[in-house]
């Protein structure tokens, strides 16, 4: 169970909760140095996304979504890991409806989608959990809702399953400008990684970029480390 802080979200939300600590430096790198993964046109989309579970892929994308929202950039964060949603418990928000709900034609979109307390951020959570996530995301409605965000929202961050055990992150990542890569240092093997990176290069996903997850930082605590140079779109 994560710790929530007084502003009801969870103490990992770093960029949040601590404006000015090496971990938010890291974030804000991570976001310029998007930049300069793809040069020619603006990155409006992305999803994060991992070989394995538990590499850090929702962390990434709520800190970086936060970043880029701290930065004036209207920011959508998107849930689409349907089968371990995470987004709505890291900032303690209803999860009951939401991207599924869209899908399927239950809910509409801008009632879906939810305010933060972050300006320029917003939500659109997992939602009720459906028997078929490959297939709804897979779908010509997740097609279309993905021109409707990109069209309302200058930058949609997808926090996604892992490529291995799942088959949705190839399918958004096609749909977004690309992927972005979290690995665990030090416990991703590397065939793990290498396996994903081709699963997502056979399906014509760009690659944005990686982030080495967990990496010890001379303060002596983990946090993320971009590294960028394989596969750039
Ligand atoms: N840099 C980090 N420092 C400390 N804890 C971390 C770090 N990155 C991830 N964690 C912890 O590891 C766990 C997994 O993180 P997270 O949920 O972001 O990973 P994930 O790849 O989205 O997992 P899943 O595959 O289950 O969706 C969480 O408990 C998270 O708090
Ligand atoms: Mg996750």
Redesign the pocket.
Known sequence: MSRLSRHGVTS?LVTLLSPHSAGVEAYRLLRTNLRYASVDKPLRSLAVT?AL????????AANLAISAAQAGVRTLLVDA?LR?P?VHKLFAVPGHTGLTAVLVGLQKMEDAIQPTQVDNLWLLVAGDKPPNPAEILQSESMASLHRRLTGEFDFVVYDC??VLPAVEAVDIGALADGALV?VRAETTPKDAVQQALSQLAHGHVAMLGAVL??VRAGSGY???YYSYGYGNA
Request: charged share 30%; aromatic share 4%; no cysteine.
């Open positions: 990992k991992s579970a538990e590499e850090g892929k929702s962390l990434t890991d371990k995470a399953p892992p979290v997850n967990g983990g946090y993320n």
